[in-house]
Nanobody, 125 residues
Framework: EVQLVESGGGSVRAGGSLRLSCAAS????????IGWFRQAPGKEREGVSC????????MYTNSVKGRFTISRDNAKNTVYLQMNSLKPEDTAVYYC??????????????????WGQGTQVTVSS
């Protein structure tokens, strides 16, 4: 059974940091690119970042460039999203997703096959 489990969400003040984790199981992790998406209340799901394998290429949406860093540990089947300098507009439910891909990833939700349940991130001003 394919599973993606997010963790690490929480409530922080603006300027703070959080590290989200996405633990994967039930598929060959190294064959998949992993993406992070977020959805704020009343808004559409937005692509945040993704990381490919094996080249480890990454992509970020413009609003998080320089603040968020995505990484993956293939030995632990886990992808991380380090979020620094958080802003109130980063408040959302964050989801990780997986797509079987051996080339550079894209952060387009419709491209992804498997999804986690999400973790809430709340940033107060």
């Amino acid at each position: 059974e394919v599973q993606l489990v997010e963790s690490g969400g929480g409530s922080v003040r603006a300027g703070g940091s959080l590290r989200l984790s996405c633990a994967a199981s039930g598929f060959t992790f190294g064959d998949y690119a992993i993406g992070w998406f977020r959805q704020a209340p009343g808004k559409e799901r937005e692509g945040v970042s993704c990381i490919s394998n094996p080249d480890g290429s990454t992509m970020y949406t413009n609003s998080v460039k320089g603040r968020f860093t995505i990484s993956r540990d293939n030995a632990k089947n886990t992808v991380y999203l380090q979020m620094n300098s958080l802003k109130p507009e980063d408040t959302a439910v964050y989801y990780c997703a997986a797509v079987r891909l051996s080339e550079s990833c894209v952060i387009v939700a419709s491209e992804y096959d498997y999804w986690g349940q999400g973790t809430q991130v709340t940033v107060s001003s």
